[in-house]
């Protein structure tokens, strides 16, 4: 009898398994579009800007997903969920996900931007690609990112003065961009607002940081 209940429930366990693993996948699209949706909104992209790196599924040791927030007190419960890790423009961000909640997290590994510079970065970089893509009449999905580096240039000219235009002399935090395309390099010099084509930097180059 005691064979018999084992084989049992060896047998459940793999058809509950076999269930779990069909429901998970939809669980793992679902917190995808999710975080996609929740990181849009965040940094203010599009979502087809967005690009998966990983979704994989975690157990949060607590109801705040792995984020806590000073201040907030969270039910000490197991909690199912995915960490989503997307990337926009050069940064990657961590979203993590638990049923309809979704949080993006600056605590993942490596380097961590604060989240404002973080967006900044964001923004910057798909101006840069789309004045790109438009100069050169090509899909922004052809311009490749070769780097773009936080600087901060010596005044509100962004490294770039004009011909008859004049320039507060302020320091100014910003970043230094590389663009690619058809083996070809493109340079721009942005704030954190704005991003500009530099064919002809001014011998003040930005200081990086």
Known sequence: MGGLDMATGVILLL????????????GRDEAIRLAKGTLSRTLAVGEGDLQLEEAVAVDW???????????MAYAQMITPGYKVTLRAG??????????????????????????????????????????????????????????VRPTTWPDTSLGCPQPGESYEPAPTKGFLIELRHAAKAYRYHADMVKAVACEKPSETKGKER
């Open 15 to 26: 058809l509950w398994g076999g269930a779990m693993a069909g429901s998970s996948d939809s």
């Open 61 to 71: 040791p607590d109801a705040s997903l792995g984020c806590p927030q000073a201040g």
């Open 90 to 147: 050069d940064a990657s961000h961590e979203v993590h996900v638990a049923g309809a909640k979704a949080v993006v997290c600056s605590k993942g590994a490596g380097r961590k931007e604060p989240p404002l510079l973080a967006g900044a970065v964001a923004k910057v970089f798909l101006l840069a690609r789309q004045d790109l893509a438009a100069r050169l009449k090509v899909p922004e999905k052809d311009v490749e990112a070769v780097f």
